[in-house]
Nanobody, 120 residues
Framework: QVQLVESGGGLVQAGGSLRLSCAASGSIFRIYVMAWYRQAPGKQRELVATITRDLSTNYANSVKGRFTISRDNAKNTVTLQMNSLKPEDTAVYYC??????????????WGQGTQVTVSS
């Protein structure tokens, strides 16, 4: 089995910062792309940022210059540093990993989500 566990969400005022972390554990052979998604109430889940195994990153236009994604391949962790937060960043944030399980096939796995609320 594989588990992705997020932490670091919370309530912050506009202009503030939060740091989200996600740790993957279990029968993992290799993690390829790790990503953060978010879903606001009444909206579809959207991609926030991705990072490949060789540390190439990609960001949604709405967060470019404010959010930074990073990962530690040895620890199977990914973080999202969120600065200059805006009320429109309020959402449940989900960690995602594209990975190959030991003795099994490649697949996409999700964390349980962590709430980020930005007050105006």
């Amino acid at each position: 089995q594989v588990q992705l566990v997020e932490s670091g969400g919370g309530l912050v005022q506009a202009g503030g910062s939060l740091r989200l972390s996600c740790a993957a554990s279990g029968s993992i052979f290799r993690i390829y792309v790790m990503a953060w998604y978010r879903q606001a109430p009444g909206k579809q889940r959207e991609l926030v940022a991705t990072i490949t195994r060789d540390l190439s990153t990609n960001y949604a236009n709405s967060v470019k210059g404010r959010f930074t994604i990073s990962r530690d391949n040895a620890k199977n962790t990914v973080t999202l540093q969120m600065n200059s937060l805006k009320p429109e960043d309020t959402a449940v944030y989900y960690c995602n990993a594209d990975l190959w399980r030991l003795g099994a096939s490649r697949g996409s796995y999700w964390g349980q989500g962590t709430q980020v609320t930005v007050s105006s």
